[in-house]
C-alpha cells in the first residue's frame, strides 16, 4: 500500500505570493493533519481534519488556511507568504482523530526568498 | 517553559553502544507517548507508541514512561550506523484532541 503522499516535493516562493501544498492520505485513513517544521526544530500542529471537517487548529495566523475533500486528500493554503514561512510541510494521515495512529509523508519543502 | 523539552545534542556513540535519549515534559494531561525517527529531509517514521505510563519494547528498541516525574526515555541497544537520525519525541491528550506536541529532536551519529 502507498504511504502518505505530498506534492509538490519542493517550492520556491517570493515574499507575498500563495502557495498551496497538496496531501493523499494512506487508504482507508479520514484524517489528514498538517505540520510545520522549521530547521533545527521539531514539527509544529498547524490544522486537523476529520471527515471533511477541521477538528484542530494550532497557533498560526490566519494566512494558513486547509481543506479536506471528499476522497479525504487535502489541501495547505499559505497567502502573503513571509521570509519565517520557510520550512518543510508535513502531512500526517490517520484512520481516526487519534494521537498514535498518525503517520507521515515526506513533505514538502517551502523556501520564501 | 516549553510543553516539551529534548536536548538537541548532537549525540555521538560508536556502533554496538546503548543509547539513552530523553524527553520532559509539563502538561499531566498526556496521555500518549511516540518516539518518531526521522532522516535528513525526510518526514518522520513512528517508531514507538506507548499509552499512560510503562515500559514497551520492540526488538532492540525500548520506550519508558514514567507521568509521575513527567519523563519519557527511549534506548536503543546494540546501535548501528543506520540509526543515525534525528530522532523526535512527542505528546498528546489524546481523546479528540489528535494533535501531537513534539520536542526539537535530539541528533544521533553512530560510528562505525
Redesign the interface.
Given at each position: 500500500d502507498a504511504g502518505v503522499t505530498q506534492s509538490p516535493t519542493h517550492l520556491i516562493k517570493t515574499r507575498g505570493q500563495q502557495v498551496t501544498l497538496r496531501c493523499s492520505p494512506i487508504s482507508g485513513h479520514k484524517s489528514v493533519s498538517w505540520y510545520q517544521q522549521v530547521l533545527g526544530q521539531g514539527p509544529q500542529f498547524i490544522f486537523q481534519y476529520y471527515e471533511k471537517e477541521e477538528r484542530g487548529r494550532g497557533n498560526f495566523p490566519d494566512r494558513f488556511s486547509a481543506r479536506q475533500f471528499p476522497n479525504y486528500s487535502s489541501e495547505l493554503n499559505v497567502n502573503a507568504l513571509l521570509l519565517g514561512d520557510s520550512a518543510l510541510y508535513l502531512c500526517a494521515s490517520s484512520p481516526v482523530v487519534r494521537a498514535d495512529t498518525q503517520y507521515f509523508g515526506p513533505g514538502t519543502r517551502l523556501t520564501v526568498l | 517553559q516549553k510543553e516539551?523539552e529534548?536536548d538537541?545534542g548532537p549525540l555521538s556513540v560508536p556502533e554496538g553502544a546503548i543509547v539513552s535519549l530523553n524527553c520532559t515534559y509539563s502538561n499531566s494531561a498526556f496521555q500518549?507517548f511516540?518516539w518518531?525517527r526521522q532522516y535528513s529531509?525526510?518526514?518522520?517514521?513512528?517508531l514507538m507508541?506507548t499509552?499512560s505510563s510503562g515500559n514497551k519494547e520492540d526488538g532492540r528498541f525500548t520506550a519508558q514512561v514514567d507521568k509521575s516525574s513527567k519523563y519519557i526515555s527511549l534506548f536503543i541497544r546494540d546501535s548501528q550506523p543506520s540509526d543515525s537520525a534525528t530522532y523526535?519525541c512527542?505528546?498528546?491528550?489524546?481523546g479528540?484532541?489528535?494533535?501531537?506536541?513534539?520536542?526539537?529532536?535530539t541528533k544521533l551519529s553512530v560510528k562505525p
Amino acid at each position: 500500500d502507498a504511504g502518505v503522499t505530498q506534492s509538490p516535493t519542493h517550492l520556491i516562493k517570493t515574499r507575498g505570493q500563495q502557495v498551496t501544498l497538496r496531501c493523499s492520505p494512506i487508504s482507508g485513513h479520514k484524517s489528514v493533519s498538517w505540520y510545520q517544521q522549521v530547521l533545527g526544530q521539531g514539527p509544529q500542529f498547524i490544522f486537523q481534519y476529520y471527515e471533511k471537517e477541521e477538528r484542530g487548529r494550532g497557533n498560526f495566523p490566519d494566512r494558513f488556511s486547509a481543506r479536506q475533500f471528499p476522497n479525504y486528500s487535502s489541501e495547505l493554503n499559505v497567502n502573503a507568504l513571509l521570509l519565517g514561512d520557510s520550512a518543510l510541510y508535513l502531512c500526517a494521515s490517520s484512520p481516526v482523530v487519534r494521537a498514535d495512529t498518525q503517520y507521515f509523508g515526506p513533505g514538502t519543502r517551502l523556501t520564501v526568498l | 517553559q516549553k510543553e516539551v523539552e529534548q536536548d538537541p545534542g548532537p549525540l555521538s556513540v560508536p556502533e554496538g553502544a546503548i543509547v539513552s535519549l530523553n524527553c520532559t515534559y509539563s502538561n499531566s494531561a498526556f496521555q500518549y507517548f511516540m518516539w518518531y525517527r526521522q532522516y535528513s529531509r525526510k518526514g518522520p517514521e513512528l517508531l514507538m507508541y506507548t499509552y499512560s505510563s510503562g515500559n514497551k519494547e520492540d526488538g532492540r528498541f525500548t520506550a519508558q514512561v514514567d507521568k509521575s516525574s513527567k519523563y519519557i526515555s527511549l534506548f536503543i541497544r546494540d546501535s548501528q550506523p543506520s540509526d543515525s537520525a534525528t530522532y523526535l519525541c512527542a505528546m498528546s491528550a489524546g481523546g479528540s484532541q489528535g494533535n501531537l506536541i513534539f520536542g526539537k529532536g535530539t541528533k544521533l551519529s553512530v560510528k562505525p
